[in-house]
Structure formats: structure tokens, C-alpha cells
């Protein structure tokens, strides 16, 4: 089972490191832009753009941050430990789903099977965190029911 943990793992490094490239890239598009857009008589329009162009490369910058803070998360996490309780890295089957802690990736797919990356601080990681196979516990009126944890 612990190549299900190594899958998971690589998809979702693949994941962070998709939007780290192209807030870059966005980042690098704003810049050149910004250096090609070249002073009119319009100071005004020129200024304006400029403005733009770097509201542009602020709001890439704060995505690549976050995407840098999930990747130092997923650098935290050993695909290879198995533990008996979920913590950060385990793979929860319950009756509602399939849950991988990592980081929030959206659904993954491994083998035809589906497994929801979701972060430990959201509301159903939170839940999640600590609880063995036998477990249940409620969240937005579903019940779920721990069938395993890798």
C-alpha cells in the first residue's frame, strides 16, 4: 500500500509544482509586458499600464508564495511511514470517501480509485486527524465511517 502513498505523493508535488510554474510564468508575462510598454506622449495611459502590469505580477507573487508554502507542507510529509491513526501523509478510506492528507489537490485518481487531497486544516482534515478504521464522526449531517488508515 505504500505505493498508493508514493502516487498520491508524487501527483499532488506534481500538482504544486504546475502552479508554482505558471504563476512564474504569469510573473515573467507581467514583467515583459510591463519593460516593453514603452512611454507615449499619454504619460497618463503609460503610468496606467504600468499600475496594471504590476498588480499583476503582486497578485502571481502571492500565488507563488502559496504554492511554495505547499510544497514545504508536502516536503514535510514521508510517503513511506505507516501509521495506525490518521496524521499528515495517511491515506483514510471511509465510507464517504477516499481522503489523502497532504495538501488541497482536488481529486486524485490512482488506479481507477479516487482519493480527495485535502489539507489537514480543512474542516473534514481536521476531523480526520487522530482517528483509527472504526472510528466515525459527523460532519455537514453525513456520518463517516473510518474503514482504514494507511
Do not use: W
Amino acid at each position: 500500500m505504500s505505493d498508493l502513498k508514493k502516487e498520491l505523493y508524487s501527483q499532488c508535488l506534481n500538482y504544486v509544482q504546475k502552479r508554482m510554474e505558471a504563476a512564474q510564468l504569469a510573473i515573467n508575462e507581467a514583467q515583459k509586458a510591463s519593460n516593453d510598454d514603452t512611454k507615449s506622449s499619454a504619460g497618463d495611459k503609460y503610468e496606467t499600464g504600468r499600475a496594471m502590469m504590476q498588480q499583476e505580477t503582486d497578485r502571481n507573487m502571492v500565488q507563488l508564495n502559496e504554492a511554495n508554502k505547499l510544497k514545504v507542507a508536502l516536503n514535510k510529509i514521508n510517503p513511506n511511514i505507516v501509521a495506525d491513526k490518521a496524521e499528515n501523509g495517511s491515506v483514510v478510506l471511509t465510507s464517504n470517501g477516499n481522503f489523502y492528507i497532504a495538501v488541497s489537490a482536488g481529486v486524485l485518481t490512482v488506479n481507477g480509485e479516487n482519493y480527495f487531497a485535502i489539507s489537514p486544516a480543512s474542516p473534514i482534515g481536521f476531523k480526520l486527524l487522530g482517528q483509527k478504521a472504526g472510528a466515525e464522526f459527523k460532519l455537514n449531517d453525513k456520518i463517516y465511517h473510518i474503514k482504514q488508515v494507511i
